[in-house]
């Protein structure tokens, strides 16, 4: 879908531009001390999954706006990632979601994936619906159900999804529960935990010893007056009574209304307890909006945690995937926004001065701390980004180039007007 040739020459006629402003940033970043080369290169190694289903277009329960050509089957959706790939480098994973994306042939799929430079990373559990071979019903729970059937179905599920994990070379699996309720009276929270608490420690049980469990939490929806799993303390309860390869994902879009993401971030990597990481933007609630659209300056500051936990913590690093979808955007064009925001947010906290930071904390010097940040913040790190990129051979400008190579209208004309992405 993308020849490397095409990128190359799209380049070509970006790159007199390019180099003048990298010519610039880079000086001035020399000048203040920064190994360029050290921070490019953590750049360019930086690599978030993307979720098996982002492929398609978004909805709202009101409607949906597909533009055609959605990959309807794995290995078109694999395909799709190897197209982002070839643009942005940054994009070399995919996080399966199961039963949505069970492989017919895992020898084909492993192999076309490594033809793409495209690792598996956290494969994705799914109770929170119900599924055409299932027995018993999710509606009300599953791993917290009070029938002990309902759960021994939700855990076997959650088992296989491990085996299909291990068999495509996964190395973790994400639980997200919609467990819950909407009315008070409607659950004993002591009850429901300590269930979730009991399935848990069955598909602890079953992962591989060099895998790690990621619970993931949300304080509403689908259920709307208490979650099984309704922030980060809860998870971390779970996590650690569970044992060390169990351990807390964020998802952004899962706090409420203005929630100091960053601490928990911090506090997380300081116990070594943060195991992933789900990307995306919200004005309200869990929007799913494209990364870094809404508040870039927040991202920031996620970030600066992110890099001085991976600096002086022992926690391994997360797992990171894009947990975002919506209903305007073409969704591989939103998936390339939301990588460079990303890669944005990581290169300005990569640039941020900590030694200055940790000085004027010392000092209580309130002004420089704010300072110190923002002068980061306030850098245009975008010359740095593409520099990262183009040096692993990918696209100066990745929408650009997607556009220009007329990608979605040649994969409409290939998978037509009517294909639909399965998934969400
Ligand atoms: C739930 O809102 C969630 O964030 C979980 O990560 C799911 O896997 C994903 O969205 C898709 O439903
Ligand atoms: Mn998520």
Not at 229 to 256: F, N, R, Y
Not at 267 to 283: A, E, R, T, V, Y
Request: proline share 4%; hydrophobic share 40%.
């Amino acid at each position: 879908m993308v020849d490397p040739n095409r990128v190359k020459a799209f380049n070509k006629e970006r790159l007199l531009d390019h180099q003048k402003h990298w010519g610039f940033l880079s000086e001035s970043l020399n000048h203040k001390g920064i190994d360029v080369d050290k921070i490019l290169n953590e750049i360019g190694d930086f690599q978030v999954a993307i979720p098996s289903w982002a492929l398609g277009t978004g909805g709202t329960r009101f409607g949906r706006f597909p533009e055609g050509g959605e990959p309807s089957n794995l290995v078109n959706k694999i395909k799709d990632i190897g197209v982002l790939h070839t643009l942005n480098k940054s994009s070399g994973a995919v996080s399966l979601h199961i039963p949505w994306d069970i492989p017919k042939d895992f020898t084909a799929i492993k192999t076309l994936a490594n033809e793409l430079d495209i690792k598996f990373d956290a494969v994705n559990s799914n109770t929170f619906q119900d599924q055409t071979n299932n027995v018993h019903s999710y509606k009300f729970g599953s791993l917290s159900h009070i029938d002990p059937e309902v759960r021994k179905e939700a855990i076997q599920h959650n088992k296989e999804v491990i085996d299909h994990g291990v068999e495509l070379g996964s190395k973790a699996l994400t639980v997200w529960l919609a467990d819950g309720s909407s009315f008070a009276g409607q659950h004993n929270f002591r009850g429901a935990f300590q269930r979730t608490l009991d399935s848990l420690k069955e598909i602890y049980d079953h992962l591989p010893s060099d895998w790690k469990l990621l619970i993931e939490y949300k304080p509403y929806e689908p259920n709307f007056y208490s979650m099984v799993i309704p922030d980060w303390g809860t998870s971390h309860l779970l996590a650690s009574k569970l044992g060390d390869q169990a351990s807390t994902l964020v998802d952004l879009g899962h706090h409420l209304p203005n929630t100091n993401v960053e601490q928990i971030v911090s506090l997380l990597m300081h116990i070594n307890k943060l195991g992933g990481f789900h990307f995306n933007d919200s004005k309200y609630g869990d929007d799913d909006l494209t990364v870094g659209a809404i508040k870039p300056y927040q991202l920031f500051l996620i970030f600066c945690e992110l890099v001085q936990g991976m600096r002086e913590t022992l926690n391994p690093e997360p797992s990171w995937m894009i947990d975002a979808s919506h209903n305007l955007k073409d969704p591989m064009e939103d998936l390339l926004q939301s990588v460079e925001s990303i890669k944005i947010a990581y290169a300005r906290a990569l640039i941020v001065d900590y030694n200055q930071l940790k000085d004027a904390q010392a000092q209580n010097d309130v002004a420089t701390s704010q300072s110190v940040l923002q002068d980061a913040f306030r850098t245009d790190v975008r010359p740095l980004v593409k520099e990262a990129i183009y040096q692993r051979g990918g696209a100066l400008d990745s929408l650009a180039a997607y556009r220009d190579l007329n990608v979605r209208k040649k994969l409409i004309a290939t998978r037509g007007l009517d294909s639909k992405s399965s998934g969400l």
